[in-house]
């Protein structure tokens, strides 16, 4: 069997439109908790992660040397998008990044 191409998108992988996330570091690893904060999907009542009314939809965890390496290729990625299509909002971002 030939190994898989990695440019190709794998359509059968199942797509997740998170709209949140949680972080968390550790000695090794970043864990990045993709969220959904639809409370219309939970069950009346319930609350997810620190009394909220979200849902985790997946987890990846990855090696924080590649945590790091990612940093400077979303920062060129989000940069050329808004030169094309102008600034994404993102509440919270100028007082995050000064830290």
């Known amino acids: 069997m030939p190994d898989p ?7 059968d992988l199942p797509r997740m439109h998170p709209s949140s996330l ?15 904060a639809d409370p ?27 945590a790091k390496a990612m940093i400077p290729l979303l920062v060129k990625m989000i940069a050329e998008y808004e030169t094309k299509f102008g600034q994404i909002p993102s509440p919270g971002f100028d007082e995050l990044s000064k830290d």
């Open 5 to 11: 191409d990695p440019t190709q998108a794998d359509h």
């Open 22 to 36: 949680h972080l968390a570091s550790g000695p090794f690893a970043v864990t990045i908790t993709w969220l959904d």
């Open 40 to 66: 219309t999907e939970l069950p009346e009542g319930q609350l997810g992660p620190h009394g909220s009314p979200v849902r985790a939809i997946g987890q990846t965890v990855i090696p924080l040397g590649m």
